[in-house]
Structure formats: structure tokens, C-alpha cells
């Protein structure tokens, strides 16, 4: 069984810094490509970060590119979102998401598996 679980959400203040691991179980990390998700009430989720099984390729939102980096750590399975310089339009509850593939996408559609969820909170 596939098992996704996110954490270091939290409450911050404006051009804070905070750091998302997602710790996966259940298929070979090491060859999936990983992405990272956003969700505010009543909008769409949508795309943040990817990256491909070897961490060789990276795609970012242009909402979050220079301020984001998505890194991966295949010997411990976990995923990573570093987020520095973060806005209050960045608040949001953040998914990780797994695919059955190698390489880095940006659509929901390209993932099979999702974590549950970790709330980043950035006032101003």
C-alpha cells in the first residue's frame, strides 16, 4: 500500500522560510517521479514543484520559481520543499503526489498516488 505523509506546515510570517518533507511508502521512491501540490478553499488544486526520479530534472509554477526548490533523498524515500521569501498568497494546504513514471510533470492527472495534506499558513 502506497503511503504518503507530509509534514512541517505551519504558521509563519511573510519572507519566513519553511521546510516540507514527505515520507513515502509502499512503491520503489527511487524510480517515481514526485511533485508537490497546492489547495486553497474553494479554488483549484494546482501544480507548485516536480521532480524526476533521479532529481536530474525539476519544473516549478512560475508563482514560486526562485523562491522554491523540490529536492528528493532516495536513500531515505522522502521528498523535500524548500520554501523561502513565503507570501501570504502562499498559504495553502500542500500534497504530495507520486507518479508511475520517471520523469517530473505538472499536471494532477500525471499522479496516481497523494498524501493527505500539510497546512503552510504565511501572514502578513
Known amino acids: 500500500q502506497v503511503q504518503l505523509v507530509e509534514s512541517g506546515g505551519g504558521l509563519v510570517q511573510a519572507g519566513d522560510s519553511l521546510r516540507l518533507s514527505c515520507a513515502a511508502s509502499?512503491?520503489?521512491?527511487?524510480?517515481?517521479?514526485m511533485g508537490w501540490f497546492r489547495q486553497v478553499p474553494g479554488k483549484e488544486r494546482e501544480f507548485v514543484a516536480a521532480?524526476?526520479?533521479?532529481?536530474?530534472?525539476?519544473r516549478y509554477a512560475d508563482s514560486v520559481q526562485g523562491r522554491f526548490t523540490i529536492s528528493r533523498d532516495n536513500a531515505k524515500n522522502t521528498l523535500y520543499l524548500q520554501m523561502n521569501s513565503l507570501k501570504s498568497e502562499d498559504t495553502a494546504v500542500y500534497y504530495c503526489?507520486?507518479?508511475?513514471?520517471?520523469?517530473?510533470?505538472?499536471?494532477?492527472?500525471?499522479?496516481?498516488?497523494w498524501g493527505q495534506g500539510t497546512q503552510v499558513t504565511v501572514s502578513s
Open positions: 521532480i524526476s526520479w533521479n532529481g536530474g530534472s525539476t
Open positions: 509502499g512503491r520503489t521512491f527511487s524510480t517515481d517521479g
Open positions: 503526489a507520486e507518479r508511475n513514471g520517471r520523469l517530473a510533470r505538472t499536471t494532477q492527472d500525471d499522479y496516481e498516488y
